[in-house]
């Protein structure tokens, strides 16, 4: 039996969904932003029903759990979390900057041994940045997602890939990396990949451990990450 998952991300401004089931992959890839947290559990269940699938069936669902937006990172964790809450399933929480990487590489053909230095726009002149290495095990990190000033980031890689590529100092921009990669092809695609091969390596969470991963300072959600998280709870119970 094929596994069932449901990935959710808004860690930037789209929002990015995936379900894999017996028949296939689905995505979802649309602006997102503000709008997430109001468009994501309506999304994510019509995408379920298109895949043939209810939450009951899930065998667990994965989110992005960042670095990225704030807000977009709570939504998305509390989405994931009231879903998995309600139908009684665990999470799997996916770094968000080696969604990027894995794009890259499906992008490039990467195998063995790719080499792959991610630089997001994290906006006010600071970068989300980190490597990682593809090895037969999966994704190795060489160096834990952090947040830079553009010219205080060193990352010897064979590739570079993000949308914070336009920030860093020309010199290093093209003397690190022999290819760029600023936009992500298939988001949802690798979204999802990241999550089949979290599923396999056994490293479900229970959904009381669904946490975000900040690299700035936020102290309350908002209004609408609070009806998000109601909403995914309620919608879990209905289905359950």
């Known amino acids: 039996m094929s596994t069932a998952l449901l990935a959710v991300d808004c860690s930037t401004e789209r929002l990015v969904l995936a379900v894999a089931g017996a028949q296939g992959v689905l995505t979802l890839d649309e602006a997102g932003g503000a709008e997430s947290s109001r468009r994501v559990l309506p ?6 029903r298109r895949a043939g699938l209810t939450l009951a069936g899930l065998d667990a669902i ?15 964790c509390s989405v994931a979390q009231g879903l ?13 900057l080696l969604v990027v990487a894995e794009d890259a590489r499906a992008q490039c053909g990467g195998g063995e041994g790719f080499s792959v230095g991610v630089a997001m726009d994290a906006r006010m002149n600071e970068l989300y ?3 990682y290495r593809f090895t037969p095990q999966g994704w190795l990190t060489l160096q834990e997602p952090g947040l830079y000033a553009p010219g205080a980031w060193r990352c010897e890689a064979e590739v570079l890939a993000g949308s914070g590529l336009h920030l860093l100092p020309v010199d290093d921009a093209s003397s690190t990396a022999p290819r760029h990669v600023p936009q992500a092809r298939d988001r949802g695609a690798a979204l999802m990949r990241l999550a089949q ?4 390596a056994g490293q479900a969470l229970d959904a009381a451990q669904a946490l975000p991963l900040y690299l700035r300072d936020k102290v309350a959600q908002t209004t609408a990450e609070r009806e998000a998280a109601r909403a995914a709870t309620a919608a879990a119970g209905a289905a359950a």
């Open 43 to 48: 999304a994510a269940l019509e995408l379920l």
């Open 84 to 96: 998995a809450y309600g139908a009684g399933k665990p999470v799997l929480a996916l770094d968000s």
């Open 129 to 131: 940045a980190a490597h």
């Open 197 to 200: 091969q979290a599923w396999v």
């Open 62 to 76: 994965a989110f992005a759990r960042g670095p990225g937006a704030f807000t977009g990172l709570r939504t998305a």
